[in-house]
């Protein structure tokens, strides 16, 4: 049977694999998210002003974003495990909180003087940043690649990347609790970063062990 064949004999099969494969993401991420919640709560822990950090806009645009990319990645996750087409809708849901941290940024820079722009960008934590987001993403992923097995990707190094990017939300949304650094100057250049190297290391995962 050609290639093409296969995959046009999945995507007809789509509705009766669609929610087992659904699951099992489910269950991977909720799982993948306990382990990942464990070692943060017990080896890290959230700051010590987190009570006064609720109530700022940044902290909690903070956490908004990681959420915002954490839920559009799995909508887009859940299709891409399947061979059929995804539905353009989740592609660009992507694009929300890469957009919406385009905006904060640009309107930090508007708001704070110029001389304050390094100090804010670089923060007082971006080592640690770099360190414990994917180190927080490193169960989720492992779970997410695992659990795809179970589907059919049609491309498995993007399935990977995506993989990479809803674990990167869970270990973001985790790590964004115990950060001192608030400013989406900082969360553009030291989360992003850190986001990507967890996409990347799971498209080159992705590429190898989901590829049918």
Request: proline share 6%; hydrophobic share 60%.
């Amino acid at each position: 049977m050609r290639t093409d064949d296969l995959i046009a004999a999945l995507a007809a099969d789509a509705q009766t694999v669609s929610n087992p494969i659904g699951r099992t993401l489910w269950l991977a991420l909720t799982g993948g998210a306990v382990v990942a919640a464990l070692i943060f709560f017990f080896g890290i822990g959230f700051r010590l002003d987190l009570a006064s950090a609720l109530e700022t806009p940044r902290f909690l645009f903070k956490c908004a974003l990681t959420l915002t990319l954490l839920v559009s990645a799995m909508g887009l996750m859940l299709h891409i495990a399947r061979p059929e087409a995804v539905p353009p809708a989740w592609a660009m849901a992507l694009a929300a909180a890469p957009l919406l941290l385009a905006i904060a940024a640009i309107a930090e820079l508007m708001v704070v003087p110029s001389s304050d722009w390094t100090k804010r960008l670089v923060g007082t934590n971006a080592l640690v940043c770099l360190v414990l987001i994917p180190a927080l993403s490193a169960a989720p992923l492992a779970a997410l690649l695992l659990a795809l097995r179970q589907g059919a990707p049609a491309h498995p190094m993007l399935a990977g990347a995506v993989a990479g990017l809803v674990a990167a939300s869970v270990g973001a949304t985790l790590y964004a609790t115990h950060c001192q650094d608030d400013s989406p100057l900082f969360v553009a250049t030291w989360y992003v970063i850190a986001v990507m190297i967890v996409t990347l290391v799971g498209a080159l995962i992705g590429a190898r062990l989901l590829r049918w």
